[in-house]
């Protein structure tokens, strides 16, 4: 029996058959389809399959122009921290801000929220990192980094480190560099050629590595994997490592003990700088402001994005160590020589201390943690479903991979992993009401991926994975047909 939340309605089998493409489409519908590019979006939904028009939210919660309403299982893209319910006061924020100053650039000159926030971030950053560069987003934030370690090492009179060190399946952004550095080849491949001198090695996915593997074992074979490549390269051709703490892409990866410990020896003895991309696990998404501080991981830099203005208006940005930036200004050239006209706007800045004001006064890190064996415990319930072959993940971060063999992990059968996710699992899912990341893994095998907004009860948690077993339970019949 479905459980219904105060307030909401749940989906019925009505709602199934009246989907948003079974419908006329709207008026706003047929201008998205004639007027706007949509992000990562397939061609049927400029003709047969009209996008959903997003209207209003509240809590965990969106409501399309219809009123049908759906649980945000994905927090907008890994972003709506404090969830729908603080624009308000966000806003008010920014028109204060926009009032007094509503633009200025950080170009040889500096303004009150950008010098508050950055000092706020130093203090909530780990240990030794201080500098704060501001950008747009998270792809602006990867390409920063890149060209500040670039200029490290000319300053060091190391000009041959120019090459980089990523891992396979890891997502990014999708500007030059920031695409370089992706794993995802699928992604790479229509951009190519790219920027010289990137390698990506093994990432941390556990599932279906030898049975009875320690972490001990696979750190170490990890570890040797990427000091094989530094040789292999040269180790003064190797310019950075960059890495997530939870890898998204491939399905919230975590790393095994002793591998974030092991990458700092690593990049030390080989005098490699090491970069967390924290664009998605950064600002409380694993109950940490930072997902660097509960792995060990102990970064040169660290590059953010979405959760530090939970999404409301577009911010990113670095944070270094002095040790870094400091190098980078008495260089040659006297200057980090990078710069960007949004990258740390008044209002953008204020947007981000009130929501990071937000999450403090709502105990919202408090409640992932809370929270977090709840979630992970109920999604682990889901295991004896016929399709289901691993859960994973950490904070509100999971990811479920579906399978219709366990014994080795694979998706084959009467109908194929592509012809499951898009015409049976996500339009189920969407039909039942839940928004959340369903794909095909780059192994062949369909990937269903929850990340909320960090405000998420222990009820809406109940109420989420009993919908997605109810969702699962129907479908299992395709196995067999």
Known sequence: MTTTLPGTTAPTADDQSNSVAARQPSALQEQAQKHLIMHFTGAEAYDSKPPAIMSRGEGCWIEDETGRRYFDALAGLFCVQVGYSHGGEIGEAVKSQMSALPYYTNWGAAHPPAVQLATKLAELAPEGLERVFFTSGGGESN????????????????????????????????????????????????????MHGVRHVSNTKRYMRPVGETDEQMTKQLIDEIESLILQEGADTVAGIFVEPLQNAGGSLVPPQGYCEELRRISDKYGVLLVADEVISGFGRLGEWFASTRFGLRPDIIT?????????????????????????????????????????????????LANISI???????????????????????????????????????????????????????????????????????????????????????????????????????????????????????????
């Open 143 to 194: 390409e920063s980094a890149v060209k500040l370690i670039r200029q490290y090492h000319q300053a060091r009179g190391e000009s041959s480190r120019t090459k980089f060190i990523a891992r396979r399946v890891a997502y990014h952004g999708t500007s030059y560099a920031a695409l370089s550095i992706n794993g995802m080849t699928a992604f790479r491949k229509p951009f190519e050629p790219l």
């Open 304 to 352: 953010f994005a979405k959760g530090i203005a939970s999404g409301h208006v577009p911010l990113g940005g670095m944070i270094a160590t002095n040790d870094v930036v400091d190098t980078v200004l008495n260089g040659p050239a006297k200057m980090y020589m990078h710069g960007l006209t949004y990258g740390g706007s008044p209002s953008a800045c204020a947007a981000a």
């Open 359 to 481: 999450m403090e006064r709502e105990g919202v890190l408090a409640n992932v943690r809370a929270n977090e064996s709840h979630f992970r415990e109920r999604l682990q319930t889901l295991s004896d479903v016929e399709f289901v072959g691993d859960v994973r993940g950490a904070g509100f971060h999971y990811s479920i991979e579906l399978v219709t063999d366990k014994a080795d992990g694979t998706w084959s059968g009467t109908i194929s992993a592509d012809d499951f996710v898009n015409g049976h699992l996500s339009p189920a899912l969407n039909a039942a009401g839940i928004l959340c990341r369903v794909a095909v893994d780059h192994g062949g095998t369909p990937l269903v991926q929850f990340s909320p907004p960090l405000i998420m009860t222990r009820e809406e948690v109940d109420w989420l994975v009993e919908r997605v077993r109810e969702v699962f339970t129907d479908l299992v019949p395709l196995l067999h047909s």
